[in-house]
C-alpha cells in the first residue's frame, strides 16, 4: 500500500462531499477514476495530495512517496522546454550535482582518494538505476509521442495553450514519482498523441489513478474502477 484514505470526509459551503470514504492505492495498480461532474473527483485528487484538507479521517502516505500531478497553470518561465523537464527529475538532478561534486573533489591533491571514489560509485549506481544517462532521450520521446518535438528548445512563454498542456503533462511523465495523478490527461491530444499516452501507461511501472470521460483510454490503461456517486 502506498496510500490509503480512511473514512474521509469533505464539505464544501456546508454540504457533504465525502461521507466515510475509504480506499487504498497499491504500487503499480492502474485505476479509472469516473462519475458524473460535480461528485468531486477533482477535489479527491487534491485531497490525495494533500493540496486539500479533509474535516475528518485519515490520509496515510507510504513515507517518502512521490506523487506526481499535472499543473493546472504552467509556471512562467524564459526557460526552455528542454531545460524546464530535465530540471523536472529532481532526484536525477540532485544526484548528477553530487557525481560532479565528487569528481572535483577527486581532483584535489589531499582528497582521500579510495573513500571518493566508493561514495561517486554509489552516486553513479544510483543515478543508472533511476535512468539518469537515458534522461534526454526521454524526454526527446515523450515530447515526439505527445507531437511537440519541435518545441524542445522553445521558452515556455512562446507556446500556444494546447502545447503548455502537453509541457505540463510531460513534466509529470518526466519527474521521479511512484504515483501518478491524472485529471483529464487527454485533453488538447490528438488521436496519436492518446494512443501513444495509452502504451507509456499500461508499461510504465509507477502507479496511476486517472480521471477521464474516455471509456476507450480508461477500457486501455486501467485494470480497476472506482466510481463516484452521489
Known amino acids: 500500500m502506498i496510500i490509503q484514505a480512511i473514512a474521509i470526509k469533505k464539505t464544501i459551503g456546508g454540504n457533504p462531499l465525502f461521507e466515510e470514504l475509504s480506499c487504498q492505492i ?70 548528477k550535482q553530487q557525481m560532479s561534486h565528487y569528481e572535483a573533489l577527486m581532483a584535489e591533491p589531499n582528497t582521500d582518494l579510495e ?13 543508472e538505476e533511476l535512468g539518469g544517462y537515458g534522461l534526454e ?32 503533462l510531460a513534466k509529470v511523465l518526466v519527474a521521479d514519482a511512484d504515483l501518478l495523478l491524472l485529471d483529464e490527461p487527454t485533453n488538447h491530444l490528438d488521436l496519436s498523441s492518446i494512443r501513444w499516452l495509452e502504451n507509456y501507461l499500461q508499461n510504465t511501472k509507477k502507479a496511476v489513478l486517472v480521471v477521464s470521460h474516455d471509456r476507450h483510454f480508461l477500457d486501455q490503461v486501467t485494470t480497476k474502477t472506482w466510481e463516484l456517486e452521489e
Not at 28 to 38: F, Q, R, S, T, W
Not at 86 to 92: G, Q, R, Y
Not at 145 to 161: K, M, V, Y
Open 26 to 95: 497499491e504500487a503499480g495498480e492502474k485505476i479509472a477514476l469516473v462519475g458524473i461532474n460535480g461528485t468531486g473527483k477533482s477535489t479527491f485528487l487534491q485531497i490525495l495530495t494533500g493540496a486539500e484538507g479533509v474535516d475528518s479521517g485519515v490520509i496515510s502516505r507510504q513515507k517518502g512517496l512521490r506523487i506526481g500531478t499535472v499543473e493546472q497553470e504552467l509556471t512562467v518561465s524564459e526557460a526552455t522546454v528542454i531545460h524546464y523537464l530535465l530540471h523536472s527529475a529532481a532526484t536525477i538532478q540532485e544526484l
Open 115 to 127: 573513500k571518493c571514489l566508493i561514495r561517486y560509485a554509489e552516486l553513479q549506481q544510483r543515478f
Open 137 to 168: 532521450d526521454r524526454i526527446s520521446a515523450i515530447l515526439q509521442g505527445l507531437g511537440i518535438p519541435h518545441r524542445q528548445d522553445a521558452r515556455l512563454t512562446e507556446l500556444s495553450g494546447g502545447e503548455r498542456v502537453k509541457v505540463a
